[in-house]
Nanobody
Framework: QVQLLESGGGRVQAGDSLTLSCAAS????????WAWFRQAPGKDRYFVAT?????????YYADSVKGRFSISRDNAKNTADLYMNNLRPEDTAVYYC???????????????????WGQGTQVTVSS
């Protein structure tokens, strides 16, 4: 169905900002929700942010990133971005882009709610 590719990862200092991007191919996503998850070494994969689409974009964030991260989508380009501000060492992880199903207008925070996944991009924050 849809294929996803993340980009924009890298190594930054604490307090810096970084933007991740995800590009979809294979089909037009229309109103399907986008999300970002992350997985630190030795840890489970956790929800970070999602942007659904109901008459426009609607966002939801994990408590750990509220006020620091911002997710956006461009339906015309079939892309989604994650802007990360005031990064902390604990933000270090592999970040994964995910896409759900069309006509899901609510916020999904579980991995099982998403049907397509990227391969991940590494973000490392040094103190």
């Amino acid at each position: 169905q849809v294929q996803l590719l993340e980009s924009g990862g890298g190594r930054v200092q604490a307090g810096d900002s970084l933007t991740l991007s995800c590009a979809a191919s294979g089909r037009t996503l229309a109103n399907a929700p986008w999300a970002w998850f992350r997985q630190a070494p030795g840890k489970d994969r956790y929800f970070v942010a999602t942007v659904a689409y109901w008459r426009g974009p609607n966002t939801y964030y994990a408590d750990s990133v509220k006020g620091r991260f911002s997710i956006s989508r461009d339906n015309a380009k079939n892309t989604a971005d994650l802007y990360m501000n005031n990064l902390r060492p604990e933000d270090t992880a592999v970040y994964y882009c995910a896409v759900g199903r069309d006509d899901e207008f609510y916020f999904n925070v579980e991995e099982r709610d998403y049907v397509s996944w990227g391969q991940g991009t590494q973000v490392t924050v040094s103190s």
